[in-house]
């Protein structure tokens, strides 16, 4: 099918209709794909939040079947432009209804197009499915020379079935990381200033400190600043979120963090997103602490919240293992898929 690539600004309120058009294309998309429960597509406001950002160039193509003017596919770029500045990453969808004529194919020549002229050496892209039902995207990006990089598991936490036991063994977790010099904080929706230069270790650590499979993924490049820009602009895209950190108290340093937040368009859904600890303080069990205490505050802030979602790289087995002991259930993957040399 002969089809139309409309450039837009994602973060242009004159290009809205565009922009609700593409996340309406991704919604069908991950609708067909994973299901009512497992296709959760960011929101019109996040996608505008994230092109507003200062540290990402995005560009972004609606695909129009050349006929009818009706929106069938989309595609996105992202150029990291503080750190990470050999990579491209892609996104890319096909109405599931339109799929197998060739318009997967042409989004994904304008998308090679601009990789190419990036002059960037790496463009990475990702596939998802359900436990049992994969739906062979993976071919697609196979056939188009790409290679699997790293294979994340996706899971479901159930807070009523999981909540009370976790916050009756709440105690006993505090005691024991006390009693190894170690105490928690939470903050909803930000943390006060004079932590934003200890986050941004954290997130510089969280670039690198993690298993990255085959990725050609180099440190990211935080400092308070962009901890402030990021964390503002969340806010603004209606997200709210629960950050636990887990401080050493004889040195007063940060040893670990984890966020998980809450988009406005689905309040009974949350993701649990970075969590780390630190090489030097691993092996003392903070990273069930710091999970732990941040969901348990999470029922008590977002009552509405119904399940928390997570993805794991599959050799990541401390944190699937910790995942398991909250009630964690696999449902899914998402693959990474990696092409070098334009
Ligand atoms: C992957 C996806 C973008 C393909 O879009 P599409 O418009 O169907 O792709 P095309 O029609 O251009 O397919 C070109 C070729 O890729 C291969 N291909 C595409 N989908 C395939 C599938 N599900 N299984 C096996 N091969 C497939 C075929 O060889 C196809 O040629 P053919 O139809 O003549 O056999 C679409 O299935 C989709 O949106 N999937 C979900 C999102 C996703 O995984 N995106 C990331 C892709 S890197």
């Not at 436990?131 to 993976?138: A, C, H, L, R, T």
């Not at 944190?319 to 449902?331: D, R």
């Amino acid at each position: 099918m002969p089809v139309d690539l409309v450039s837009f600004d994602a973060a242009d309120p004159h290009d809205e209709e565009q922009l609700v058009a593409w996340v309406e294309v991704w919604s069908r998309s991950l609708l067909h794909d994973l299901g009512p429960e497992q296709g959760s597509p960011w929101s019109v406001a996040e996608i505008r939040a994230q092109s507003m950002s200062p540290n990402y160039r995005r560009e972004t193509v609606l695909a129009v079947d050349r006929a009818s003017g009706e929106p069938v596919g989309l595609g996105g770029i992202s150029l990291p432009l503080r750190d990470n500045t050999h990579l491209v990453t892609l996104r890319l969808q096909v109405d599931p209804a339109h799929r197998r004529q060739g318009i997967g194919s042409q989004i994904l020549e304008w998308a090679h197009g601009r990789w190419r002229d990036s002059g960037r050496p790496t463009i990475l892209c990702e596939t998802a499915w359900n436990v049992g039902n994969d739906d062979g995207s993976g071919e697609f990006a196979r056939l188009n020379g790409y290679a699997a990089a790293q294979t994340t598991v996706r899971s479901d936490q159930l807070l009523a079935e999981t909540v009370p036991s976790i916050r009756a063994g709440l105690p006993a977790i505090v005691e024991q990381i006390g009693a190894a010099g170690y105490d928690t904080l939470t903050w909803v929706d930000g943390s006060p200033e004079e932590w934003f230069e200890q986050r941004a270790f954290l997130a510089r650590r969280m670039s690198t400190d993690i298993p990255l499979g085959e990725l050609d993924m180099a440190e990211e490049d935080w400092d308070a600043e962009r901890i402030r820009e990021e964390d503002r602009l969340t806010r603004e895209s209606g997200r709210r979120f629960v950050d636990t950190v887990v401080r050493h108290r004889d040195s007063g340093q940060l040893a670990g963090y984890t966020r998980i937040a809450v988009s406005a368009e689905t309040p009974h859904l949350a993701y649990q997103l970075d969590t780390l600890v630190i090489r030097e303080h691993r092996g003392i069990r903070l990273g069930r602490a710091l999970k732990a205490v941040n969901v348990v505050r999470l029922a008590d802030e977002l009552p509405g919240v119904q399940r928390v979602r997570t993805w794991n790289a599959e050799e990541n087995s401390h944190m699937i293992a910790v995942n398991s002991e909250l009630g964690y259930e696999p449902t899914g993957y998402l693959r990474e898929w990696q092409r070098r040399g334009g």
